[in-house]
C-alpha cells in the first residue's frame, strides 16, 4: 500500500485540471514502443514519422520502457490555473524549458538508475549534462503535439471536461475526502491520506503542497502518482468514459463520440463528397472534414478519388458496428 500524507492545507488547494503534457507523454510512450491504445488503437503513422525529429526521439528515449516504472516529472509540470485552458500547454512547456538543472540532474540520472531496467544512452547523458537538455525537451513535446494530437484534442478534451464537471459536482456535494476515494477502485480515503493499493508499501509526505487532480484519458487506465518535482503533487487517475466498451469486439468505436460522427457513418452506406455530406447533416464543409479524417484514421471509412473529388464511404467493419448499436 502506498499511503501518501497530505494536510488541510493540501485538501484546500485541491483542484482539478488537464494535462496536455501528460496526454501527449502516453501517446508518445505507445508510439515508441510500437503499441496500441486499449480503447483508442494505433497511435499512427504521423505519430511514429514524429519520431524522426530529434527533440522527440529524445523526449521518448526518457520516457519508461520493457518494465521500468518511472517517468521523469519534469517531462508533465503540474498544470497551471489559467482560467480558459487555452494556453495549459504553453505553459507546461514553458516549465519545462525553465527546469532548474538540479532537478533534471536528479531525475534524469538519479532516478532513472534506480528505477530503470537499462542505462542512459550516452547521448541522452550528454545532452543532460550540456545544460541544454530543457529547450530540446519542451521543443519535442511542442512538435510531437503539433504532429500527433493537436487535430484530436478537441475530442479528448471533451471526454476531460466531461469528467472534471462530474468531479466538480461530486466535491461539493461529498467533500473533497470522498470524492478521491471515488477516483479509483485501487484508491481510497484514510482521514489524512490517499492510499493507493500496490503490491509494496511506502509513504510520501504530500503536505504543504498544491494538490491537482489530472483526468487521464490515453493514460487509461492506469492511476499515476507525481511528487518528485518540488512543491508539486499531480494524482493522475482515468476519466469517465473511456473502456466503456473495452470487452467489445473492437474498441475503435469509441473514437466515435457525439451526434455529428454517427450522422456521418449513417449516411456513407454510398460514397458521397464532403460538400454533399455537409449539406446532408447541416455541418460546415469543414467540420464535415474534420470528422472525416478521424473517421479514416480509425478505419471506419475509406475514401477514394473520383475526378475533382474525393469519396468517402463507411468500411464493413463501420456498418457492422452501427448494425450492433441499433440491436
Known amino acids: 500500500m502506498l499511503t501518501l500524507r497530505v494536510d488541510a492545507d493540501t485538501m484546500a488547494r485541491t483542484r482539478l485540471a488537464p494535462s496536455p503534457a501528460s496526454e501527449s507523454m502516453a501517446w508518445l510512450r505507445l508510439t515508441a514502443a510500437s503499441g496500441r491504445h486499449p480503447v483508442f488503437g494505433d497511435p499512427g503513422p504521423l505519430a511514429r514519422a514524429s519520431l524522426a525529429h530529434p527533440d522527440v526521439a529524445l523526449l521518448a528515449d526518457l520516457l519508461p520502457q520493457n518494465g521500468d516504472t518511472y517517468t521523469p516529472d519534469l517531462l508533465t509540470p503540474q498544470p497551471g490555473t ?3 485552458r487555452r494556453d495549459l500547454l504553453d505553459e507546461q512547456i514553458a516549465q519545462i524549458e525553465a527546469a532548474a538543472q538540479d532537478d533534471l540532474e536528479t531525475q534524469v540520472f538519479t532516478y532513472t538508475r534506480t528505477h530503470w531496467n537499462r542505462p542512459l544512452l550516452a547521448t541522452t547523458r550528454r545532452i543532460a549534462e550540456s545544460g541544454r537538455m530543457q529547450r530540446h525537451l519542451a521543443n519535442g513535446l511542442a512538435r510531437f503535439w503539433r504532429d500527433a494530437l493537436s487535430e484530436g484534442w478537441p475530442e479528448l478534451r471533451s471526454i476531460i471536461d ?16 470522498r470524492a478521491l476515494g471515488a477516483l479509483h477502485p485501487d484508491m481510497d480515503w484514510a482521514g489524512d491520506a490517499v492510499t493507493l493499493a500496490k503490491s509494496w508499501d511506502g509513504e510520501i509526505d504530500a503536505t504543504g503542497r ?41 474498441g475503435r468505436i469509441a473514437q466515435v463520440v457525439g451526434n455529428a460522427r454517427a ?3 449513417a449516411d456513407l452506406e454510398t460514397p458521397r463528397s464532403t460538400t454533399e455530406l455537409a449539406a446532408r447533416i447541416g455541418c460546415t464543409p469543414g467540420t464535415v472534414s474534420y470528422h472525416l479524417s478521424a473517421l479514416h484514421r480509425a478505419r471506419l471509412v475509406t475514401k477514394v478519388r473520383d475526378g ?20
Not at 163 to 177: E, F, K, L, N, S
Not at 212 to 221: D, K, M, Q, T
Not at 309 to 321: D, F, I, K, M, S
Open 162 to 177: 466531461q469528467d472534471i464537471a462530474h468531479r466538480a459536482t461530486a466535491i461539493a456535494t461529498h467533500g473533497v475526502g
Open 210 to 250: 498544491d494538490l491537482v487532480l489530472a483526468p487521464g484519458v490515453l493514460n487509461w487506465p492506469n492511476v499515476i502518482i507525481q511528487v518528485d518535482t518540488p512543491g508539486q503533487f499531480v494524482l493522475y487517475y482515468p476519466a469517465q468514459r473511456i473502456g466503456a466498451g473495452r470487452g467489445r469486439r473492437s
Open 263 to 265: 450522422a456521418l457513418l
Open 82 to 84: 489559467d482560467a480558459q
Open 308 to 327: 475533382r473529388y474525393v469519396l468517402y464511404q463507411r468500411t464493413a467493419h463501420a456498418a457492422g458496428l452501427l448494425e450492433e448499436a441499433r440491436g
